[in-house]
């Protein structure tokens, strides 16, 4: 075309409004910029203060607006950029730099890594004490229900307890349960055969508290030790140990989809869904708070405080459970906390 030994970049131009693209060339005819078609007819043109041309980022086209709203699009970027350079007004954007320049782009992955790890450890735990005190009780109840519902359909069986050993347990734990700051009625006790958890007793937030077969039948006849373990989980349920996970988890899950952006409907069903079992999973703080809930209760109840104590003697010589981290998930640092019980009870008896 007549135009093409002048034109600044070859590209197309799309009017205002319309998906319509002609094929022509960006010319400087003058103080304008003007986009000529094949014939050099003028197609849209404007002085340089009124037209908008798009910053650099990476090989993304190029957008020069001209004032009636149509634009001149181009993928010679370079050409643009020496085009604004004549005209000092800088080539590359800040954000193409950034892409171009890696240790920049690094820097900027490491502060926001730096920002996510400082909002987990310093913002995440405040926020979490904030909902606590906030969540209405239909709130826990909701989340136990639904926790409850899932591990039923992919962990947990019916329980074969025989309804003589299952009566002792249910005195033992309406008798706890009846001292305890709540009350009875803020606790229903379920029995489940435990698979792949195996021998365990967990709490959920509403008071919600389940009761695998396998730990029953570790426990013998020690309906004491079953009594003081599920004490213990009354512990978690009355310190809402298990709610602040709940919330932790979500926070963690929010941040990481924060940071990460859209990661997919599978992704984020697994970090919510999995937020109620992490709600099982408590920090050695929560778990010793939880001891201590226990020996007292039980001796409230009259029962043996050291009941506790036993059941985690109980992991050290039936299972072999000697490690500072126990096999349990939910019960860390097996001989740590029973010597850390029994100094407790030797105390109290002191006093």
């Known amino acids: 075309m007549a135009s093409d030994n002048s034109a600044i970049a070859q590209g197309e131009w799309h009017p205002a409004g319309s998906s319509r693209s002609v094929g022509s060339g960006l010319v400087e005819a003058g103080e304008r910029l003007v986009a000529r078609d094949e014939t ?50 800088g080539g590359a954007g800040l954000v193409h730099r950034l892409e171009r320049f890696h240790p920049r782009l690094v820097g900027f992955v490491a502060a926001t890594i730096l920002l996510g790890a400082v909002i ?24 136990s229900a639904s926790t409850l519902e899932t591990m039923d359909r992919t962990l947990l069986g019916g ?22 700051a709540a009350g009875e009625a803020a606790y229903s006790l379920n029995f489940r055969e435990g698979g792949p958890i195996g021998p365990n007793a967990f709490a959920l937030p509403d008071g919600t508290l389940i009761l695998t077969d396998e730990l029953v039948e570790l426990a013998g006849d020690d309906t004491d030790m079953i009594v003081g373990v599920l004490a213990h989980e009354i512990g978690h349920v009355e310190h809402k140990h298990s709610l602040r996970q709940i919330y932790r988890a979500a ?14 409907s599978g992704a984020e069903d697994i970090l919510v869904e999995g937020g109620g079992l992490l709600a099982l999973s408590y ?43 126990s096999i349990f998930s939910t019960h860390p640092g097996t001989p740590e906390r029973r010597k850390a019980i029994l100094d407790l009870i030797a105390e109290l008896r002191k006093n």
């Open 251 to 264: 926070g963690v899950a929010a941040l990481i989809m924060l940071i990460a952006g859209d990661i997919g």
């Open 120 to 143: 987990y450890r310093y913002a995440l735990p405040a926020l979490v004490e904030v909902a606590v005190v906030v969540t209405p009780p239909i709130v826990p109840r909701i989340m």
């Open 159 to 180: 329980s074969k307890l025989d309804e003589a050993r299952r009566g002792k347990i249910v005195d033992g734990f309406r008798r706890i349960a009846g001292l305890s």
């Open 40 to 89: 050099g007819a003028e197609l849209a043109g404007g002085s340089l203060s009124a037209i908008e041309i798009s910053a650099r980022v990476g090989r993304i086209p190029r957008r020069v607006t001209f004032p009636d709203g149509s634009l001149f699009e181009t993928s010679d970027n370079d050409a643009i950029d020496r085009f604004l350079s004549g005209k000092g007004r």
């Open 283 to 325: 920090s050695r703080a929560a778990e010793a708070e939880a001891d201590r809930h226990s020996v007292a209760l039980m001796m409230k109840a009259g029962l043996d405080p050291t009941a506790i104590a036993r059941f985690f003697e109980l992991l050290e010589t039936k299972l072999d459970d000697r490690s500072e981290t």
